[in-house]
């Protein structure tokens, strides 16, 4: 059983302001109490979903497909014993990765193809990266990047363990990382960016009740700071029409809708629709004593207890020149 730390009063008064109403609130909390089935998603460079499937189901395994459009994405209905997921010979080859379905969504909005150069800022261990390459199906070129040398061992291991040869692995903070880039002379643009940014977790308290330990008001601004740095740095490495998303396991406007509209104000993008396989709600256009632009709706917030999964937010920027807000046109 896992352990409960009570949410703190600043923390449930900010989700009255996010959710609906009292019941909606109500619900948030009493989802965050209990445990999400686990999910994997199937290699599709080295099986099919449907070989894969028949594998589990010899191993007496009850799972699910829950969305018809993405037969990669499966669900264990199953009890299993702690561990049990990563010590199956299936595993061990590489033929899935276990991870949850609210992660596996940026690399479906973003839909990167087999002849493009894509840039994960914030990769490691490596859920989105092998997403993303199976996608590409081991064509173009991935940079992966990312700073702490225990995290980037975990994410060479799992590029290895799912037989991806696209992917170049870098080591660096990410901020140096597009400053380097940018400065190379290569001039090196990407069509298409995801960063995946560190955040606060409030996305993450059904996984990781700690969150609720850890979890203050000067984290949250902290976060969104470093975030609005880290998401235009990447925005300046983007093509002219190419497109980023930008992501975090949060539901703090802080690191969300605050990092969008920054991006808004300094740059020439646009905000593009997002269609998920899943219940999303509207990013807000009102925070306190602050007003983001109307396409903020565009962007989609995802709660646990709309899904039964985990919280997520999601943002698809298209970049539509190189012009920054405040230039002479």
Not at 91 to 119: A, C
Not at 167 to 174: L, S, V
Not at 299 to 322: M, P, Q, T, W
Request: hydrophobic share 35%; aromatic share 6%.
């Amino acid at each position: 059983m896992k352990p409960y730390y009570p949410p703190k009063t600043q923390l449930i008064e900010r989700m009255k302001l996010l959710l609906k109403d009292d019941k909606d609130v109500e619900e948030f909390f009493e989802c965050a109490k209990t445990q999400g089935k686990k999910s994997i998603r199937v290699n599709t460079l080295k099986i099919s979903p449907e070989d894969l499937i028949k594998r589990l189901k010899e191993r007496g395994w009850n799972i699910s497909q829950p969305f018809s459009s993405h037969p990669e994405i499966i669900q264990i209905q199953s009890i299993l014993e702690p561990g049990e997921l990563g010590k199956t010979q299936e595993h061990l080859l590489g033929y899935y990765y276990v991870q949850e379905i609210t992660s596996m969504m940026p690399i479906l909005v973003l839909q990167p193809k087999e002849n493009e150069i894509l840039l994960d800022l914030c990769a490691a261990p490596g859920s989105k990266t092998t997403q993303a390459a199976a996608q590409m199906k081991n064509q173009g070129t991935i940079i992966a990047n990312d700073l702490n040398i225990g995290r980037i061992s975990i994410l060479s291991a799992n590029l290895e363990r799912f037989g991806i040869t696209n992917t170049i692995i870098t080591r660096h903070d990410g901020l140096e990382l597009c400053s380097k880039l940018k400065k190379s002379k290569t001039r090196i643009k990407f069509d298409k960016i995801l960063v995946d940014a560190p955040c606060s977790g409030e996305g993450n308290i059904r996984c990781s009740p700690r969150t609720y330990l850890e979890w203050s008001e000067p984290m949250l601004k902290r976060f969104g700071a470093r975030d609005k740095k880290l998401a235009s740095a990447a925005l300046e490495l983007l093509k002219t029409g190419g497109e980023m998303i930008y992501s975090t396991c949060t539901h703090a406007p802080e690191e969300n809708e605050e990092v969008i509209q920054h991006l808004l104000d300094n740059y020439d993008i646009e905000i593009q629709e997002i269609h998920l396989p899943l219940k999303t709600r509207n990013g807000i256009i009102e925070w306190k004593n602050q007003k983001f632009n109307p396409d903020m709706k565009k962007a989609v917030r995802i709660y646990h207890h709309d899904n039964d999964l985990e919280g997520f937010f999601l943002c698809k920027i298209k970049k539509l020149s190189e012009e920054k807000k405040g230039e002479e046109r």
